[in-house]
């Protein structure tokens, strides 16, 4: 039987049929530290789970004929799978108020996890494990280095090196964090990755191939090349970082794989790691911007001059059916153009922007002209948010349909100083 010292890690080779039925103390060979150990013997609660288990994997095999022999012997691997087992009894435990056992079991769970590399479902063991256990220190404290320990045998080096500069401005728990947040998808060539004007809010960064990063001019109607993307590039930064739709198409030219984090993380991070997005946004900004990359191109972002106005509005937010949702809403303009708007609201968080982010909406507001009171009323959706100082937020709206330029030469001339 293999047994391991709960506080230097050093393995051991043992007689098991020389440690008590109670358990047996010994010394570590190498820090001289005393624990107990005891046999893996299987309780009579698990070899009844096991029977339990084979039982229902008998009753659903189909009446007088033979399951298939590997078929068979998956539904057995399956209803024998030690982990569901273990965890079962970790309830059995906690309902007989035996915190010792269940603190046992998790810990080994969580080895044993930790050693298939299905970290999310170790350290989740490891918080349960603190929670119901919290004067079990010595699991506690091990489970976690044994964690941290198989997250570093398990980085890929390859990776680490080829973004050196952004695990550069982290310590220790925020580059375990980051790396193993991201998840991996490959793109065969010619395949979006995300397509101007649509919201996809993850930030990606490039790990092998070579992509396009392109901007539609919808009043030409034309395709425009911004740059290729290689190897330790970075994608969709904007979008990521604060509440917008993407600037740019990025196409993948050969096929790509890429590393991306998801926009939820961020909220995961204000109370965990509340510097690791600072950090990140400081890499990022050393990226180039796609705004930056049209602006250079030539291109005007802004296809439609616009105007400053203080006009009063109502915003009602609707659903894709065109139903009215939640209550409508009295704002200030910012300024309007015949593309769009810019409204100002109170917003007290992040979570709250993104909430809004993508929605469809009527916006009703009246105007002076030379005939008197005029109402306008367009349809839009909103494709940005900037959160600014004191809870307030500029959304910005882009029209279904465009609005005449004659009225918005109206509104300008009814803002005078603006």
Same mark, same amino acid.
């Given at each position: 039987m293999r047994i391991q010292c709960p506080h230097c890690g050093t393995g051991y080779q043992i007689d098991e049929s020389r440690i008590l039925p109670q358990g047996s103390p010994t010394r570590c060979k190498k820090c001289q530290a005393r624990f107990l150990i005891?046999?893996?013997?299987?309780?009579?609660? *698990?070899?009844?789970?096991?029977?339990?288990?084979?039982?229902?994997?008998?009753?659903?095999?189909?009446?007088?004929?033979?399951?298939?022999?590997?078929?068979?012997?998956?539904?057995?691997?399956?209803?024998?799978?030690?982990?569901?087992?273990?965890?079962? /009894?970790?309830?059995?435990?906690?309902?007989?108020?035996?915190? %010792?056992?269940?603190?046992? +079991?998790?810990?080994?769970?969580?080895?044993?996890?930790?050693?298939?590399?299905?970290?999310?479902?170790?350290?989740?063991?490891?918080?349960?494990?603190?929670?119901?256990?919290?004067?079990? #220190? %010595?699991?506690?404290?091990?489970?976690?280095? +044994?964690?941290?320990?198989?997250?570093?045998?398990?980085?890929? *080096?390859?990776?680490?090196?080829?973004?050196?500069?952004?695990?550069? #401005? #982290?310590?220790?728990?925020? +580059?375990?964090?980051?790396?193993?947040?991201?998840?991996?998808?490959?793109?065969?060539?010619?395949?979006?990755?995300?397509?101007?004007?649509?919201?996809?809010?993850?930030?990606?960064?490039?790990?092998?191939?070579?992509?396009?990063?392109?901007?539609?001019?919808?009043?030409?109607?034309?395709?425009?090349?911004?740059?290729?993307?290689?190897?330790?590039?970075?994608?969709? +930064?904007?979008?990521?970082?604060?509440?917008?739709?993407?600037?740019?198409?990025?196409?993948?030219?050969?096929?790509?794989?890429?590393?991306?984090?998801?926009?939820?993380?961020?909220?995961?991070?204000?109370?965990?790691?509340?510097? /690791?997005?600072?950090k990140l946004y400081k890499f990022c900004q050393t990226q180039s911007r796609v705004g930056d990359l049209v602006k250079k191109a030539g291109v005007n972002l802004r296809a439609h001059p616009r105007v400053r106005t203080s006009l009063k509005a109502m915003i009602q937010l609707i659903d894709n059916k065109g139903k009215a949702v939640k209550d409508p809403l009295r704002v200030s303009l910012h300024d309007i153009s015949a593309g769009g708007l810019c409204y100002i609201i109170r917003l007290n968080t992040k979570d709250m922007a993104r909430q809004l982010l993508g929605h469809h909406l009527i916006m009703q507001t009246v105007y002076s002209s030379s005939k008197g009171k005029q109402t306008i009323q367009q349809k839009g959706r909103i494709v940005a948010i900037n959160m600014h100082p004191f809870g307030e937020a500029s959304v910005h709206v882009q029209f279904e349909n465009l609005l005449d330029q004659k009225v918005v030469d109206a509104i300008a001339l009814t803002s005078p100083g603006l």
């Amino acid at each position: 039987m293999r047994i391991q010292c709960p506080h230097c890690g050093t393995g051991y080779q043992i007689d098991e049929s020389r440690i008590l039925p109670q358990g047996s103390p010994t010394r570590c060979k190498k820090c001289q530290a005393r624990f107990l150990i005891r046999k893996k013997t299987m309780s009579k609660e *698990q070899h009844e789970l096991i029977q339990s288990e084979k039982q229902k994997v008998a009753e659903r095999k189909p009446s007088g004929t033979e399951a298939h022999p590997k078929k068979a012997a998956d539904d057995v691997r399956k209803g024998e799978d030690e982990f569901s087992f273990q965890e079962q /009894l970790v309830e059995q435990h906690l309902a007989q108020n035996d915190q %010792n056992a269940a603190a046992k +079991i998790l810990f080994e769970l969580i080895v044993k996890y930790s050693k298939k590399r299905n970290f999310g479902k170790a350290e989740a063991l490891r918080d349960k494990l603190y929670t119901v256990a919290p004067m079990a #220190l %010595n699991e506690i404290v091990k489970s976690g280095e +044994i964690i941290e320990e198989e997250k570093c045998q398990s980085m890929d *080096q390859k990776h680490l090196e080829r973004w050196a500069k952004m695990y550069g #401005l #982290l310590d220790s728990d925020e +580059i375990n964090e980051l790396y193993f947040a991201m998840k991996t998808e490959t793109f065969r060539a010619g395949q979006a990755v995300y397509r101007q004007g649509q919201y996809n809010p993850n930030l990606y960064f490039v790990q092998e191939g070579r992509l396009k990063v392109v901007y539609l001019d919808r009043r030409n109607q034309g395709e425009i090349f911004l740059k290729e993307l290689r190897s330790s590039h970075v994608a969709n +930064i904007d979008p990521f970082f604060s509440s917008t739709v993407s600037t740019a198409t990025l196409i993948a030219i050969s096929e790509a794989k890429l590393t991306y984090l998801e926009k939820g993380l961020l909220s995961k991070w204000e109370e965990k790691f509340p510097s /690791l997005e600072t950090k990140l946004y400081k890499f990022c900004q050393t990226q180039s911007r796609v705004g930056d990359l049209v602006k250079k191109a030539g291109v005007n972002l802004r296809a439609h001059p616009r105007v400053r106005t203080s006009l009063k509005a109502m915003i009602q937010l609707i659903d894709n059916k065109g139903k009215a949702v939640k209550d409508p809403l009295r704002v200030s303009l910012h300024d309007i153009s015949a593309g769009g708007l810019c409204y100002i609201i109170r917003l007290n968080t992040k979570d709250m922007a993104r909430q809004l982010l993508g929605h469809h909406l009527i916006m009703q507001t009246v105007y002076s002209s030379s005939k008197g009171k005029q109402t306008i009323q367009q349809k839009g959706r909103i494709v940005a948010i900037n959160m600014h100082p004191f809870g307030e937020a500029s959304v910005h709206v882009q029209f279904e349909n465009l609005l005449d330029q004659k009225v918005v030469d109206a509104i300008a001339l009814t803002s005078p100083g603006l």
